[in-house]
């Protein structure tokens, strides 16, 4: 295979990779493993012994949900909600970005405020990170799709 | 960049959803490029231009922003 075919090969497969979407029903798969997870969220107390396992097994269905949601293809999908799609990541990424630097100051500013003494600083979790870009990037895709 | 895409589509008795359906696209889509919302890729401007038997320089033109 000489030079020029075999970046025509890795062209094609980075091009396959950005253009891979899930069919439509995965859209309802997901709503329902987001349900899911909020069900598991509620009945953990129910469970003391396994409330952690039951949340960290939650945490993971709710991402998984929320991306099957994020990544299928649209009924009239085209050019445009391709468009919208690729402006809602990147505002996710930057607003992401931002969570993730000021957010955790503001929680440790917040706790110290609520109570005297407050809690230590930490840094955010992955899930809390993951949550809130999926939620901000599903929020504006949808809302750029009203406004077209 | 504006167009005129809404008069050449009257000229045809087309409604949006009907030219949606002939370049393969929604009709919220065809409604955003008429507002100048939205700029289409070159190979929708080619449908368009097939669509309508005309040059895409006859319904696309640069404003003085561009």
Known sequence: ?148 | MKNTIKVERAILSLTQDDLAKKIGVSRQTINSIEANRYVPSTVLALKLSEVFNKPVNDFFKLTVED
């Open chain 1, 1 to 148: 295979m000489n030079k020029k075919s075999l970046i025509e090969c890795e062209r094609h497969r980075i091009q396959k990779l950005i253009d891979f979407r899930l069919p439509t029903v995965f859209k309802w798969w997901g709503a329902i493993l987001v349900v899911i997870a909020f069900v598991l969220f509620f009945v953990r107390n129910q469970f003391p012994d396994s409330a952690e396992m039951i949340r960290g097994i939650g945490r993971k269905v709710f991402i998984i949900g929320l991306l099957c949601i994020s990544l299928s293809r649209d009924k009239e999908e085209d050019e445009m909600t391709i468009a919208l799609r690729a402006q809602s990541y990147a505002i996710a990424f930057i607003i992401g970005v931002l969570y993730a630097l000021i957010m955790p100051y503001v929680e440790f500013g917040v706790s110290n405020v609520v109570h005297s003494g407050g809690e230590a600083y930490k840094d955010l979790g992955d899930f809390q990170l993951l949550s809130f870009m999926f939620l901000i990037q599903l929020g504006f895709y949808y809302t750029l799709k009203r406004f077209r």
